[in-house]
């Protein structure tokens, strides 16, 4: 299986603060790459898909970039709904892996 | 308005079983492939398996695999986990996933999740 890491694993920020979010690949998965976010005791929201496309509805602070195996997550000013864990989850070839998730806390 | 309702969770043994239901709205439900998601009390997320469209295919996790069985009942809008030969270690939250329309391994709409708890 692909494996997915995420970093950093926790990650403490101010409101209005720029945030990256690292996501890599153990190999190859061209561009499909999803983040999500997750609030607690909430089910996932997808925010961006095939790397780098926003899904309908997100905010555009939110954007999604690749360079080879790395992916990255940026929140170009962090908002008070944004405190969440967001994950990074590959669909290039079964089985469909996850990476450990970031905690994104408030400073 | 999508809605997906996950039932079926609850105690079970090791070496039980236990069938999960998703009953889904909102949606031609035909027109979509599902998946299951789950996630351990306090960890991170892990997908289970997903059926294509018709039952024309599934694919599981390889650690469900042989032990779990995805299914559909296009007729009920429903999806379904039967959930066999339980480990303790299959305690987690299953959530019933949609496909994005036009991107087949992401999730745009999800339950909210049914308890699953393997225990003696």
């Known amino acids: 299986d692909i494996q997915m890491t995420q970093s950093p694993s926790t990650l403490s920020a101010s409101v209005g603060d720029r945030v990256t979010i690292t996501c890599r690949a153990s190999?190859?998965?061209?561009?499909?790459l999803a983040w999500y976010q997750q609030r607690p005791g909430k089910a996932p929201k997808l925010l961006i898909y095939q790397a780098s496309t926003l899904e309908s509805g997100v905010p555009s602070r939110f954007s999604g970039s690749a360079s080879g195996t790395e992916f990255t997550l940026t929140i170009s000013t962090l908002q008070p709904d944004d405190f969440a864990t967001y994950y990074c989850q590959q669909y290039n070839s079964y089985s469909w892996t996850f990476g450990q998730g970031t905690k994104v806390e408030i400073k | 308005e999508v809605h997906l309702l996950e039932s079926g969770g609850g105690l079970v043994q090791p070496g039980g079983s236990l069938r999960l239901s998703c009953a889904a709205s909102g949606f031609t439900f035909s027109n979509f492939a599902m998946s299951w998601v789950r996630q351990a009390p306090g960890k991170g997320l892990e997908w289970v398996s997903v059926?294509?469209?018709?039952?024309?295919?599934?694919f599981y996790a390889a650690s469900m695999k042989g032990r779990f069985t995805i299914s559909r009942d296009d007729s009920k809008n429903t999806l379904y986990l039967q959930m066999n030969s339980l480990r303790v270690e299959d305690t987690a939250v299953y959530y019933c996933?949609?496909?994005?329309?036009?991107?087949?391994?992401?999730?745009?709409?999800w339950g909210q999740g049914t308890l699953v708890t393997v225990s003696s």
């Open positions: 190999q190859s998965v061209n561009s499909w």
């Open positions: 996933a949609k496909a994005h329309q036009g991107q087949l391994g992401t999730f745009d709409y």
């Open positions: 059926i294509y469209r018709s039952g024309s295919s599934t």
